[in-house]
């Protein structure tokens, strides 16, 4: 390896830092990380960063598995650099979890990676993923069916990781290597082809060298094209989310008209932003899942739902997509209802108060405040409770009765909401519902009156 190649290495590391970095370097004492390790000292004095490690002892391979960590605690040691030797027990996380090895593996050593940066103060955590690794990831992904996102590789950033090596191979790493004369561990467990991606690099990735001989530089080259398309995608869908996005607690809503009308490119990338933000693993996100919910957008009832993975659903709210966590609500139990007491705390959202006018004009129609006539309530059964099957009111003098669920069916109330809604009745059945008015031979239109006012808190 020539100097100009090796200063091209050093100075890719140097694009993706900036001087008073706190770098974390993950060393697992193979070539790769080594020679990143290497790249970082140089950087060290040059660039004026902070340098410590970390490795991630698996629990798998036995002696082999201590004797890397062994080799990377003393190669930090003879170079000055902090190092924290991770024990984690991977089999039993993908057992308690349900996930293969190789994922398991992964998801440990990142969480331990971001434990160890958060206690060194680290702002950058140097990964030494290389061209090779590049091309792997993608024939994985595109083995698994993936869009522009999984076809576009390895993101030399991504949060607080940085990739410096990313854009060189593994063969010119081990040159380099080679050129410093710097020892490394080799990991037997690569050559066991029970493991996938073993399974890339050794089955598929020669037949592909035999096709181009820089395959993984061309991998490349389509991974930074497709990165550019994706970006340009993902800018677009989050504009397009902005305006769609409607006011909502706990959870995510979307005007459905929007989301129709929107290209399929964007609309796809929309609904994976919803159920990222309403709390579901992007592991969870597959195609089957947004052909789910394309299906619900499209659904001709209003009131369609969809159960996701984690807890959490998918519902139409009439015009509106709601992503959220699923909850089990318990009505609260028929509480009375008396004139003049303090303030009636409802279902932990709303306040009723009850009190006796003189004015009955004043409140009359006025939204969720209830004006009755005193001569057509039963005081002794009056209460505040959710609604019953076959409850109904009525509601204007030319009208007949109507079931509250036809008249929240009619006022768009999504069904996930309609069991919360209070309602006021007596004895002898209803006589105000909240968000569809009073009964017409209850209310009171002049004069004394028994005033109830709902008011969310």
């Known amino acids: 390896m020539d100097n100009a190649f090796s200063a091209r290495i050093v100075q890719a590391a140097r694009d ?25 000292l140089t950087l060290r004095d040059t660039l004026g960063i902070s340098l410590c490690a970390c490795h991630v002892h698996h629990g798998l391979r036995g002696a082999e598995a201590d004797r890397d960590a062994a080799f990377v605690r003393d190669l930090c040691a003879a170079h000055g650099v902090p190092c924290e030797i991770v024990q984690r027990d991977v089999s039993a996380y993908a057992k308690a979890h349900g996930l293969g090895i190789e994922e398991a593996a992964r998801v440990v050593r990142y969480d331990a990676l971001q434990s160890v940066a958060h206690i060194q103060g680290a702002t950058k955590i140097a990964l030494a993923h290389t061209l090779d690794d590049n091309l ?15 076809l ?14 990313l854009g060189v191979t593994r063969a010119q790493i081990e040159d380099y290597l080679s050129v410093l004369g710097q020892p490394y561990m080799t990991d037997s467990s690569n050559a066991d082809t029970d493991y996938t991606r073993n399974r890339i690099r050794h089955d598929i990735v020669p037949v592909l060298r035999q096709l181009n001989p820089r395959c993984a530089q061309a991998a490349g080259r389509a991974a930074r ?27 995510v809503l979307l005007r459905c008209d929007g989301l129709r009308a929107a290209h399929a490119a ?56 709601f992503f959220g966590r699923a909850t089990t609500h318990t009505p609260p139990q028929d509480t009375p209802l008396h004139a003049d007491a303090p303030p009636l705390l409802w279902d932990n959202r709303a306040t009723l108060t009850v009190f006796y006018t003189d004015h009955a004009q004043d409140f009359y129609k006025t939204f969720n405040t209830f004006s009755l006539n005193c001569d057509k309530i039963d005081a002794d059964t009056l209460c505040v ?16 009765s109507r079931t509250l669920k036809r008249l929240m069916i009619d006022r ?16 002898n059945g209803v006589i105000a519902a909240e968000s569809i008015g ?20």
Not at 232 to 250: E, F, K, N, Y
């Open 266 to 321: 964007l609309r796809t990338r929309v609904l994976r932003g919803a159920l990222r933000d309403a709390g579901m693993p992007m592991s969870e996100c597959t195609a089957d899942l947004i052909d789910r919910l394309e299906a619900l957008l499209s659904a001709r009832s209003p009131s369609a739902s969809l159960d996701l993975p984690d807890g959490l659903t998918a519902a139409r709210r009439y015009d509106a997509l």
């Open 16 to 40: 993706l830092l900036c001087a008073g970095d706190t770098v974390l370097c993950a060393v697992s004492g193979g070539a790769d990380s080594v020679a990143l390790l290497r790249v970082l």
């Open 438 to 457: 009073t009964d017409i031979e209850r209310a009171a239109q002049t004069g004394c009156a028994l005033i109830i006012k709902l008011k969310g808190i």
């Open 385 to 400: 409770r959710t609604r019953r099957t076959g409850d109904a009111i009525r509601l204007t003098e030319g009208g007949g």
């Open 152 to 165: 576009a590789g390895i993101p030399p950033v991504r949060e607080a990781f940085v990739r410096p090596l």
């Open 412 to 427: 768009r109330i999504p069904r996930d909401t309609r069991d919360t809604l209070a309602v006021i009745a007596d004895k």
């Open 136 to 150: 792997e990831t993608m024939l994985f992904h595109l083995a698994r069916g993936t869009g522009t996102r999984g």
């Open 225 to 251: 094209l497709l990165r550019t398309d994706e970006d340009c995608l993902s800018a677009q869908a989050a504009a397009l989310r902005d305006t769609l996005t409607l006011p909502c607690d706990g959870g």
